[in-house]
């Protein structure tokens, strides 16, 4: 197989093996090729940092006035509200 | 997460607190979800509030074939998608009555800026990452979102969606690769943690 078509391959499978998805066997096979490719490399490792600048910029919790709001909106009582 | 099964027998039998509980245990990734899908705090305050309203009327016809989650999940991106598509009907009418005004956009500044921790993220780096959510296309966001944002597995995504899971796998794949390609001038000096 060229090089191109390893990394089409890889492309198209690159997610799966990001979310850990693939099976052994295919898995073995493109971590043999990441090896080897250092364009495909930077291309798993920009998808990486991708999804951690996202995932790390969102908060854990309502921001109180949301909360607030929300609760008297649904009529819930709020005993342990700041 | 609470033990659902527990949860719903309270919210069957009316208990006050179980509702609350419900409510403060979802209420913080429905937001999430609503903000990263309409970019704009005070329309998805809207869409959060219309969730939890309709959790409310319709949690005594939850038969439990999905999730409690799941279905609370669902609730909340049909409220976003609602929105979304008021408001391109809006943008359409305006459009039309107003010949040659510049179309509406959708906000796009409202997410992905509290963090303290990313406080060391450029205003310009912020900015992109805001357009670039705000342009991706709307199945592809709220698959990326729910998954990757809120790390809810590819199944959960599926059946909150009503699609299947290699569905969703297709458009997190595009959505990666497309938030990648506007994102990338700007990932090359930063840390994978």
Redesign the interface.
Known sequence: MSQDAHCRQLLHR???YM?G?LDAGTCAQLEAHLAECPDCRT?L???????????????????PD??A???A??N??TPDAD | MPDEAALLQRLRQGE?AA??EL??TY??RV??LAL?MLGD?AEA?DA??ET??SV?RNIGGFRGDSGLGTWIYRIAANASLMRLRRRKDTASLDETMEDGAEPKVAPSGGF????P??AA?SAEVRQV?AQA?AGLPEALRIV?LMR??E?MP?AEVAEALGITVAAV?SR??RA??F??DR??PY?AD?E??
């Open positions: 690159i997610c799966e979310d998805e291309l490792d920009s998808l990486r940092k991708t999804v951690a600048l996202y995932r790390r910029c969102v908060p854990d919790d309502l921001p949301v909360r709001r929300l609760h909106a649904l819930l009582d | 006050p509702y609350r409510v403060d209420s913080p937001y999430r990263g705090p305050e959060l509030q939890f309203l409310y992905w800026f509290w963090d921790e990313e993220l990452m959510i990326f990757d944002v790390d590819a796998k997190l794949h990666r690769m938030l990648r994102l990338y990932l930063r994978t943690r």
